[in-house]
């Protein structure tokens, strides 16, 4: 039993002395030809190319201010809610007006000592000022109700700005985040490139099945197509890029030096505090409730009386012509009370 084991044994020996040097052989064959089709490969493309004019994100983030159209819309609100609340305080003084008046007719106004002789002439021009006295609150309203939208737009102006610098950002890592992406992805490919070459030269020596190398084969053109996409999301993200910073065409990202994350001032507790009372969205809706309200008042206000008081003085020929000015000094004080006007008052309230 021993002698048969030992002879066995011997036999083993001797076959594997005979075939390691053609699997030797083999191997290396395989190692020399997977490495010279590696070798054989043309260098992946630089994804750090420049896909247009290379902008700094201080760049991005002054040229996106200058060419957003929702922070040029809520500058322009800044604007006519000043002219607005111009306007309310201008209520509040007297209403100047001119007149002048020359004619012919010979429509005159006889009387008992001067008989109708033919036709006359006339003329004049006077000034005229009229001052609301009372208004039943609708000026206290109107000025409150535009200080309130004033204050809202400026509150509007701040919270898009932030939102527009927000927006330039995120274009900006969009774009290094897309270089990132395709480096990526010409990694991957290259090393399903040499997997796919290894099982190719594994296959032909005998040491590897056509599922090995249909695998290799799979994961080569997922990779590709991964390529694909990360080229595809690059190209995206540099033309939006471009559009927001008004140029035509694609821009491309100038990458930071430092990428270091930057500590908060504040703590969580207090930065939850001051966006619940501080923020720009927040003042902006407390403004337009403020001026809600004083809509409804101001549209209340019709109800009341309107107590104005008028002057004026006029120069004049004294013409005997009908409707001609008569010179002298004039002062009214007069009210007025709206009845009804078609439901146009209850309208108004409903609205506001």
Known sequence: MALRLDSCCGALALGIAAVWPAWLAAQGRDT?????????????????????????????????MAYSPTLASASGFVRTARSAQRVAWGAYLPTVSASALAGRSNQGVASVSTPNVGPQGAYGGGVAASLPLFTGGFRGAVRREAAA?????????????????????????????????????????????????????????????????????????????????????????????GRLVGADGLVDAEPLANLDPTALALGDTAIVAVAVHDAPAVQQAEAEVAATHAAVRASKAQYAPTISATTGYDWSNNGRVSGAPRQGWVVELGASLLLFNGFVREDSVTRA
């Open 32 to 64: 020399v030809q997977a490495t010279a089709v590696v070798a054989a490969q043309p260098p992946a493309p630089d994804s750090e190319t420049a896909l247009g004019p290379r902008l700094p994100l201080e760049t991005v983030i002054a040229r996106t």
């Open 149 to 241: 939208t004033a204050q809202a737009a400026d509150a509007g102006l701040l919270l898009q700005r932030f939102a527009t610098r927000l927006l330039a950002k995120e274009g900006f890592f969009e774009v290094l985040r897309g270089h990132e992406l395709v480096r990526v992805g010409h990694d991957a490919v290259t090393v399903a490139s040499t997997g796919y070459s290894y099982a190719r030269a594994r296959e032909r020596a005998g040491t590897a099945t056509p599922a090995d190398v249909l695998q290799a084969e799979l994961a080569l053109s997922t990779a590709r197509r991964q390529l694909l996409a990360a080229q595809d999301t690059l190209n995206t993200a540099a033309a939006a890029l």
